[in-house]
């Protein structure tokens, strides 16, 4: 019997189940994989049926990582096995956006009451004439 109602995606297959907590997997490990300066210029798209895809925004990076992934493919082959217990048979790298940037870490609940609190410690006092 089929169960009723409707289900997330990542719910739909153990295949599907599987691939997500793989790529969850690779993207926490990420720097360490690639290194902190390739990691700040690629992500992942997509790790799927033996395929990692390897996505990078930087025009002038493109091409030249194209080839050497294929040359560096064994032995990043090797560490992804040995730091994520995952095996791909290929890779392939793709042009693809920038990340967004992360919102603000803090914003004030109320705008318009931070800056009057900022105009009042700004003020000075009040002139006096000195007959106090």
């Not at 798209?45 to 040359?71: E, M, N």
Request: overall charge positive.
């Amino acid at each position: 019997m089929k169960p009723r109602g409707l289900r997330p995606l990542a719910q739909g297959t153990p295949e599907g189940e599987a691939g997500l907590l793989a790529e969850q997997r690779l993207r926490q490990a990420w720097p360490q994989l690639l290194g902190p300066a390739m990691s700040q210029r690629t992500c992942l798209l997509r790790a799927r049926k033996g395929r990692l895809v390897l996505g990078c925004w930087d025009p002038a990076l493109l091409s030249g990582l194209r080839q050497s992934a294929q040359a560096v493919w064994p032995e990043l082959k090797a560490r992804i096995h040995r730091m994520t217990g995952l095996a791909f048979n290929t890779v392939q790298v793709e042009p693809c956006d920038p990340p967004l940037p992360e919102p603000p870490a803090s914003q004030p609940e109320d705008p318009l009451k931070a800056v009057l609190e900022r105009f009042r410690q700004l003020r000075r006092p009040p002139f006096t004439s000195g007959q106090d």
